[in-house]
């Protein structure tokens, strides 16, 4: 039983509209179903997007914010109703996955691909079964799907890969997908 998602996203601000309303969505989503929100414990960008909107529809949030990020930029959400700031990088990735049932991975950059693929290979190695939802606003995901699909043309990918993750246009169909 899924009660609890963490979700991968952008912290830039400097992004398309279009980006911030599927992380508002999802937000709202996620508590009007009970669940909880865990990321990445960031007050900005798509992350604070995210959490603003799934407190707004009075959701639980859980940040999870390394210690250095946060006294280099100030970024935390301090009203989360738990925020754990770790000494770590790769202990804040830990308790993100510990803390989770379920992943689902909006539009990011480098961090938000790093992560998507650490728990990916994970799965894949058996270390953990939580289902992974990657929401594809506007394609954005597209040309990495592309390279998953060479990949398994190259042979590098199993056919079973492709069962590892789903691919959701939006927010309501990666919520069909999990619940």
Known sequence: MIES????????????????????????????????????????GLMGELARAAHAAKGQVVGILPRALNELEGVAYDI????????????????????????????????????????????????HAKPIVLINTGGIYDPLVRLFEHLHQERFLREHFFNLYHVAPDAPGAMAFLT
Do not use: N
């Open 5 to 44: 998602v963490c979700v991968f996203c952008a912290s830039s601000g400097a992004v398309q509209p279009a980006y911030f309303d599927v992380a508002k969505q999802l937000g709202f989503e996620l508590a009007r179903r009970g669940l909880t929100l865990v990321y990445g414990g960031g007050d900005v």
């Open 80 to 127: 989360a109703d738990e925020l754990i700031i770790t000494d770590t990088m790769a202990e804040r990735k830990t308790l993100l996955r510990e803390r989770s049932d379920a992943f689902v991975v909006l539009p990011g950059g480098l961090g938000t691909l790093e992560e998507f693929l650490e728990v990916l290979t994970l799965k894949q190695l058996g270390y």
